[in-house]
């Protein structure tokens, strides 16, 4: 199987009085922007655009099937390449083998095994490929003869489980991070070589980011166990599973976060390299309804619940040496905040916060004043900073309960479906407008306030107040 895909797509708009810009070949679409009128018809701002896209795709499949008796076997190798160039860059290429075979006996033993052999452009060559075999198992238990005489209510009735490893060769979403293997340089400034006959100096080569050479595949250890059952001729249907996964090597920059990066001193980032462990398991329920009511009606219920909580297990984090200012341990995505103390009681307070650590004051963002945020000394060294004063809070950002519940009817010839959800156990930081009082786009102090800045701190209200002055 082989497929090619190409586009081009002019970048043209109709405004004004266009013409001939040039007669020479361009691979792209010519645009040309509104002429200044004069008597000779000069033209300005005319430039070209190019927006081709060519995808090419190539596949070889080779499939065995087979049933004799009661044993049901089948195969399948697959070679697939895929290339994909627009615009002016390097052209986007991965190619891989991958291989499958199925045995079931009596459609009642159920096993299958994959294998994949997968290699990337965004790795060096000796760390290009990656094998990634996968394996399940399922038992129909309907099928046994003990369980004779469930017929006339149970339909069907599958335990199955799956195992397997994956891979994944994603480095960022910034196309700059292309082939991090790679050593770049780039124009230096701020000192020339030399000059040129027009005066210009020549700029020098400056080391880029950091290359990382040994860069390879992350990965995960996927575990599912469930189950799925259906009853009284197809109207309840139940599916719950356990899965387990286990993320190792996972590509991250050390510069990132709370990682152990480069000092300043070195004036580059650390490049991308395998490290971080993460476990992530949960549950997952679905339970269906489909039925109808005299002839032609129909309708169905399907509500699913899913929960999944994970744990960083390795990061390279810094040592704060505080067990709650470390995110080893604790979720992805976790908050670490200040904690909010007391609100500023009075002016003799102000003035004695003020002039903690040698005048620099106990927080670092100004003076105190009566009815301004005190935060907690969570380490106890008499000043507030991000080191030791921050700690986890809340839950992640990413919910660890989501839910729906899918509503359906069917009238002859129509139907109406709708969709209920809903997700838990996540929070939020809010900050800019969404906090500010008076919100603006130019922050002038207009518009409307929020119900939690109703009760702002003053001297009437400093023993109730809950927000600050």
Do not use: C
Not at 100 to 113: C, V
Not at 117 to 124: D, V
Not at 209 to 233: Q, S, V
Not at 344 to 356: H, I, P, R, S
């Amino acid at each position: 199987n082989y497929g090619r895909y190409a586009t081009f797509q002019p970048d043209e708009s109709v405004y004004g009085s266009y013409y001939l810009h040039s007669t020479e070949p361009y691979a792209g679409a010519y645009r040309l922007g509104n002429p200044w009128y004069s008597t000779d018809e000069t033209i300005s701002n005319g430039f070209s655009h190019n927006a081709a896209e060519n995808k090419t795709y190539y596949q070889l499949k080779l499939d065995y099937q087979r049933e004799f008796d009661r044993h049901n076997v089948s195969a399948m190798v697959l070679f697939n390449r895929s290339s994909r160039a627009y615009d002016n860059r390097v052209e986007y290429r991965y190619q891989g083998i991958s291989g499958r075979a199925t045995y079931a006996y009596d459609n009642k033993y159920l096993t299958e095994f994959n294998i994949g052999y997968n290699g990337s452009e965004n790795f060096a060559p000796g760390n290009r490929y990656g094998v990634f075999p996968a394996g399940s198992i399922g038992w129909v238990i309907s099928r046994e003869a003990f369980m004779k005489g469930t017929e006339k209510w149970l339909d069907n009735l599958k335990l199955r489980a799956s195992f397997g490893l994956v891979g994944s060769d994603k480095i960022s979403d910034n196309n700059d991070d292309r082939f991090a293997y790679l050593q770049f340089f780039q124009g230096g400034d701020g000192y020339s070589f030399g000059f040129n006959e027009f005066g210009s100096g020549y700029d020098g080569l400056k080391e880029g980011n950091f290359a990382n050479p040994n860069l390879t595949w992350e990965k995960a250890r996927k575990t599912n166990i469930g189950f799925d059952a259906t009853l009284f001729n197809g109207k309840l249907t139940i599916a719950a599973d356990y899965f387990r996964e286990h993320r190792y090597d996972i590509i991250t920059t050390l510069s990132d976060g709370d990682k152990m990066g480069y000092p300043d001193i070195v004036g580059k980032d650390a490049p991308f390299v395998n490290s971080g462990i993460v476990d992530n398991q949960g549950i997952d329920f679905e339970l269906g309804w489909n039925s109808t009511i005299g002839k032609d009606f129909r309708y169905y219920i399907k509500p699913n619940f899913t929960f999944a909580r994970n744990k960083i297990k390795f990061m390279n984090e810094v040592d704060y040496g505080n067990e709650y200012r470390q995110k080893t341990g604790r979720r992805l995505g976790e908050h670490f905040v200040y904690v909010v103390d007391h609100f500023v009681y009075d002016q003799a307070e102000a003035d004695k916060l003020n002039a903690m650590n040698d005048g620099r004051g106990f927080q670092p963002w100004g003076e105190l004043h009566p009815g301004d945020v005190v935060y907690k000394d969570l380490n106890q060294d008499g000043k507030i900073d991000d080191y030791g004063d921050r700690t986890h809070m809340g839950f992640p950002r990413t919910p660890e309960i989501q839910f729906g519940i899918p509503f359906g009817i069917q009238y002859k010839g129509f139907d109406i479906s709708v969709m209920f959800q809903g997700s838990l156990n996540s929070s939020i930081l809010l900050s800019g407008a969404a906090v500010w009082d008076f919100p603006s786009y130019e922050q002038d102090q207009y518009g409307k306030v929020k119900h939690m800045h109703l009760n702002r701190w003053t001297e009437a209200t400093e023993d109730v107040a809950t927000y600050p002055r």
